[in-house]
């Protein structure tokens, strides 16, 4: 597998190798010696599924306290999905990367614990798949808003309508957000 870093430290993108013929392809999405060697996590303790049409935008999601990384990757469609720096003392605090990840490109995306998460789905009936390394807790989810012009994150929004959910809705600026030290 191939690890591409990001312009922000933390969250970096997984190019598996990929074995196809005429026939389909095969690939490991999550190797324990493998990750292990990157330097990448190895313990999981929850793995999700979400199927959303083209314009849903999901996020910017996070726990505080209780912080979950995530590794999330698409099975069908595709994503713009972005990872935001919520490490006060990080130098790149409030930052952004983004990645398209699709079920054609295969790519993955580690999402480290002190980000906020969220992607926007760029074709009907898309399946995004993430495992996490700490279990969901209702109580200790923010949400970043995800349109904040202090954080400036770049969607690719031509032509698409955005759907959000009501709580992904009044998401807080990063200035009201609960940030990691």
């Known amino acids: 597998m191939n690890v591409i870093p990001c312009d922000i430290e933390g969250p970096v993108i997984i190019e598996p190798k990929v074995f196809g013929d005429d026939r389909g392809f095969f ?24 199927r959303s049409q083209k314009g849903v935008l999901r996020g910017m999601h996070f726990q505080n306290p209780a912080p979950q990384g995530k590794l999330v990757r698409v099975a ?20 952004w ?7 054609e490109n295969k790519r993955m ?5 002190g980000f ?15 495992k996490c390394t700490a ?23 031509d032509g698409v309508d955005v759907k959000l959910s009501a709580k992904d809705a009044v998401g807080l600026p990063l200035d009201k957000v609960p940030v990691f030290a």
Request: proline share 7%; with cysteine; net charge negative.
């Open 97 to 103: 990367a983004g990645v398209t990840l699709s079920a």
């Open 109 to 113: 995306f580690w999402v480290p614990e």
């Open 135 to 157: 279990p969901y807790a209702p109580q200790h989810e923010c949400s970043l808003a995800w349109d904040d012009p202090a954080v400036g994150i770049e969607w690719p929004l």
């Open 27 to 50: 690939f490991e999405s999550w190797n324990m010696s493998a990750f292990g060697a990157a330097g990448l996590p190895t313990a999981f303790v929850q793995d999700n599924h979400s």
């Open 76 to 95: 069908r469609g595709a994503v713009f999905d972005v990872a935001v720096d919520l490490r006060a003392s990080s130098p790149t605090f409030g930052k």
């Open 116 to 130: 906020a998460h969220g992607f926007l789905t760029l074709e009907d009936d898309t399946d995004f798949l993430y």
